[in-house]
C-alpha cells in the first residue's frame, strides 16, 4: 500500500493506470487473454505492485513460473552479466551457457545419457518432443506417427501441441487439426493399453495435470503406458512443464517415489516455466534410444539454447541447489495443506484440497472458483480458477511462513465474501 495516499486514493490511482494502459492495449493488443483488471509494473519476492504501489501476494507465481519470486537477484545477476558478455550468436555456433546448463538438467534429471534440445516455452519442448517420438517410430515402420494422451491433459497451443491437448473445445474453433492423436481417459489404465499398438510412437502424459485441474495422474496409468511403450517400442514422454524444477517436491516429478518404485522411467521429459524464473526457456530432455533418435537438421530453432536464457535457468538450479529451496517448499507445502484442510467446515465451498508439492488444488463445492479469484483480487491475493470448482495455489517454493498465513487468511475471508455475495 502506497504511504502517500489513502486506501480509497490508491484503488483510484491503480485504476486510472490500469485504465489507461488497457485502453492502449485494446488499439494494438490481439484479444487472445481474458480481460484481468489489474495492471502490474513491478515485482519483488512473493510481491506483485500495481500502479498505485499496492502490493499483492502472488500465489500463482505467473502461472507456476517464478518459483523463486520475482526478481530474484542471483538470476538478475547472472541474466545482467551475461547480457553484457554475449548476447545471441544462433545455433551456427555452441556457448558455454547453453553447454553448462544442459550439464546441470543432465545431473537433476540423473540420467548419465541426457540430450537436451533447448526451445522457447512449454509448447515448443513438447513440439519437439512430438517430432523426437516420430522420428524415433517413423525409423521403425512408416505407419509408427500417431501419439496416445489424455484426457483433460494441457500440453500448449501451437498447431501439434494444441491436438495433443485432450481438451476438445481447445479443438473446435481449429477443426480441422491433424488426426495424429489418440485420447483416453486419465483415470483408465486397461484404455491406455489398448490404446497403444503398433501405430504409436509415444505416449505423452501429464504427472499431475496442471491447467487440467490439478488432478495427479494415477500411477497405475502412468505403469500401464510404461509397459505398452515397452511393448510397442514407442516413446514415453512426461510433459513436466508446469511440475518440473520443484513444483511438486522433487525436481521432477517422475522422481516421486511412487513412480520410482514401480521402476517408473520416462524415456523423454520436456520443462519450461519455472525454468527460467521468468525469463523464456524450454527444454526437451532424452535418454536411451531416445537421446539418439534426432540428427543434424531434423529440428532446430534460431533462439533456443540462448545465452542469457540459458545463463538464467543455471542460475535458478544453482540457487535451488545452494538456498535447499525444495525442502523449504516441501515444509511450506505441509503448512499450505494444512491451512487449507482446516478451512473444510470452518470455510464456505471448502472439501479439500489436492495436487502435489506447491501446486495445489482447493476443491469447492460448487461452481464459484472464477468469483473467489476476483473476491481473491478484492484482498490484495492472486490465485486462479483451474475448473469451475477448483481454486489453484503455486506460489513461488521459497514463499516464507507468514506468507503462507496471509495468503490463508485472504483465501478465507475471498470465500466468506462471494457466500455472503459481497464480493465486487
Ligand atoms: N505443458 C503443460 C503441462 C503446461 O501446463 C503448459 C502451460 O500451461 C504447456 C505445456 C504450454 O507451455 P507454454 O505456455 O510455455 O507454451
Redesign the pocket.
Known sequence: MSDLMSPTQAAEAAQQHHAEISARRDAHVFDTYGRTPLTFVRGKGTALFDGAGRAYLDFLSG??VTSLGHAHPAVTAAVAAQAETLVHTSNLFITEPAVELAERLARITGWDDAKVFFAQ??????EAAIKLARRHGLAQSKEKFRVVTLEG??????FA?LEATGQPAKHEPFAPLMGYVDTVPADDPAAMTAAVGPQTCAVLI?LV???GGVRPTDPEVVSAARAACDAHGALLIV?????GIGRTGPWFAFQHEDFTMRGLVPDVI?V??ALGNGF?I?AMIARGAAADAFGPGDHATTFGGNPVTAAAASAVIDTIEDDNVLALAASRARRLVAGIDALVGDAPFVTGVRGRGLLLGVVLDAPVAKAVEVACRDHFLIVNAVAPDVVRLAPPLNVTREEVDLALAGLRQALVAVAEGTAE
Open positions: 502461472l507456476a516455452c512449454g509448447a515448443t519442448a513438447n491433459s494441457f500440453h500448449g497451443r501451437t501441441t501429464e495435470q496442471g491447467e510433459d513436466e512443464v508446469q511440475t520436456t519450461a516455466k523464456p524450454g
